[in-house]
């Protein structure tokens, strides 16, 4: 274990909760992760001492509260390298940030002809917004194929990007086989698509194909430079990275922002406003339409000066560790490998651990045949272990490899080696239960 | 561990009436998309002699895949099906809380579209 990150859960009240009896094992960050008591302090101080709406009224509480809301904006962006803090819109979630680019600039630029790409390894967030647009535009939508091995062939997107790509949407981190996508090598191949697109002067000065990054696995657990990465819009969510939950962003293009209309309108994103004619206000506000939630935003950036306190190279070296070691204890289930009979379980997702976030998808067979992920969670459930199971909202791809559901685990910054020792000894259980099944 | 007890485990591991009826007259299957459990049931029924002329089930079988509280739902569901003279009329107002009871009364709240799956295949197959 690195040095020092075995005292961070005394960092995070929910801890000190039982579960069934059971000091809790919290194995479902990619879900949600837990919040420390840092993140919470300053929700209830954002509320007890400087509650008041933003950019509106010129009083002593106004000016702080929108002093607050534009300081998280500056915090949150300069953690993912953004140097405009304009170019940060504050949404939701990663969910709300696609949906806002599939609205704004989709709708506004996307026709019969032209193609969309994503991976078929997406979310639903990254895949049913899109299906929508296609539909509504008669477009076309292409996924890059995944291999046996879990990773992306960036040759089939060679082959599938054409001057008809207006945009590419993928994950960095998939959310169930847990790879780790490389988005600067598709942000090369982008460009040389660019480059031959320019050349052939059909689409004259264009800037296809776009590409988005769905980044809600990725932020929390990795160092994230959006300009190294090559991309033009970074979705992500606050929860998933120690922050409270109802705030996200989306970083797009300044000049890509500028030129897309609003995606919700209404108070708070105008100039002026006649009877008849509205004119819209500038970055970032031209899509924060409505009072924003000041204090989500004051709590995630509290959550980025957290992450950064610890030190997201260290983070992502913890994570490393630990899905190592979770990965040798799996195959290694005593007593019973090599054998038929007795618990096995089958790994999800690339078998290099470089190549992997912090967190695995498995099945669970006893005596060769498969306990259902609900089953398997609710029996460590019943021994203080949270897990999530069932399609993890990546329905197609498990269609592709012929499962219904899965278990899955993912890790925190407070999870250690003893939890992993807990779970392997936890699913043990699983084989006392559902042995005896033929 | 109250919530795999001997009856679920029991039902789960030896499924009653699994498989497939000759010639049913109802067939219906009902899915938890999210979970990727199925289940289908197939009916036959009957008119009671008397006057009144009531659908009753005649033989009923249901097959599927799920976790263990859905299989054991089914299992349970058909027993129960089969061991009264249930009329079409009294399965059609049984409720969720039925099933609950049914599987013993532990039931999670995010477990009960599992325990429910096999009742409402079961509906849909009777409507």
């Known amino acids: 274990m690195l040095k020092g990150m075995q005292t961070l859960t005394k960092d995070f009240p929910l801890f000190k909760r039982q579960i069934n009896g059971h000091p809790l094992v919290y194995l479902d960050s990619a879900a949600t ?16 001492n400087h509650n008041a709406n933003v950019h509106r009224g010129i009083h002593t509480l106004g000016d702080e509260s929108t002093k607050m809301y534009d300081s998280a904006r500056q915090t949150i962006a300069e953690f993912i390298g953004i140097s405009d803090k304009r170019e940060l819109i504050f949404v939701r979630n990663t969910t709300e940030a696609i949906n806002l680019v599939v609205y704004a600039w989709g709708r506004n630029n996307i026709g019969a002809d ?7 390894m997406e979310h639903h967030s990254n895949l ?13 939508l292409k996924f890059i194929r995944v291999t046996n091995e879990g990773v992306l062939d960036l040759d089939d997107l060679k082959e599938k990007l054409s001057q008809r790509t207006k945009i590419v949407s993928v994950a960095h981190v998939s959310n169930f086989l847990g790879t780790i996508n490389p988005i600067a090598e ?24 776009l590409l988005l990054i769905d980044g809600a696995q990725a932020v929390p657990h990795m160092p994230v430079n959006v300009k190294d990465l090559g991309c033009d819009f970074y979705a992500f969510s606050g929860h998933k990275m120690y922050g409270p939950m109802g705030i996200g962003c989306l970083w797009g293009r300044r000049k890509i922002l ?29 899509f924060e339409a409505g009072t924003p939630d000041v204090a989500g935003a004051v709590g995630l950036a509290e959550a980025v000066r957290y992450l950064q306190k610890i030190g997201m190279d260290k983070i992502r070296q913890h994570e490393v560790e630990l899905t190592k070691y979770v990965i040798e204890k799996l195959y290694k289930i005593p007593a019973f490998a090599g054998q038929k009979l007795g618990l096995k379980i089958k790994i999800f997702g690339p078998t290099e651990v470089e190549q992997r976030g912090g967190l695995i998808a498995f099945t669970v067979h006893v005596n060769g045949k498969e306990v259902h992920g609900h089953d398997v969670a609710q029996v460590l459930d019943s021994q203080g272990i949270a897990v999530r199971s069932g399609h993890h909202c990546v329905m197609p791809m498990h269609d592709k490899l012929g499962l219904a559901a899965t278990t ?31 | 561990m109250s919530f795999y007890h001997d009856l679920i485990i029991d ?38 002699e008397n006057r009144k002329q009531k659908t009753m089930i005649n033989e009923i079988a249901w097959r599927g895949v799920g976790c263990a509280i859905s299989t054991a739902g089914a299992s349970l569901l058909s027993e129960r099906i089969r061991s009264k003279e249930y009329g079409v009329k009294k399965i059609m107002e049984m409720t969720d809380e039925n099933m609950v009871e049914m599987l013993g009364g532990d039931i999670s709240p995010t477990r009960l579209k599992c325990a429910t799956l096999s009742l409402r295949a079961l509906k849909k197959a009777l409507k």
């Open chain 1, 186 to 209: 598709i942000s090369k191949i982008i460009n040389e698509q660019k480059t031959k697109n320019k050349k052939q002067k059909s689409l004259l000065h264009t800037p296809y194909p």
């Open chain 1, 408 to 438: 899955r685990i993912s890790f925190g910054i407070y999870n250690t080696k003893e939890d992993v020792d807990r779970l392997v000894k936890a699913l043990k259980k699983i084989e006392e239960i559902f042995e005896g099944m033929a």
């Open chain 1, 128 to 140: 049913v917004p899109w299906q929508e647009l296609v539909k509504e535009k008669k477009a076309t």
């Open chain 2, 11 to 48: 039902h789960y591991k030896n499924p009653r009436n699994f498989g497939t009826l000759d010639k049913p007259d109802l067939v219906a299957q009902e899915a938890n998309a999210s979970c990727g459990d199925l289940i289908e049931f197939q009916i036959k029924v009957k008119k009671t």
């Open chain 1, 258 to 286: 500028e030129a897309m209309p609003p995606f919700l309108t209404g108070g708070g994103m105008i100039n002026t406003v006649d009877f008849q004619n509205t004119i819209f206000t500038d970055l970032p506000d031209k």
């Open chain 1, 33 to 48: 992760s837990q919040k420390p008591q840092a993140v919470i302090d300053s929700l209830v101080d954002y509320y007890q």
């Open chain 1, 114 to 120: 032209d193609e969309i790409i994503v991976s078929e």
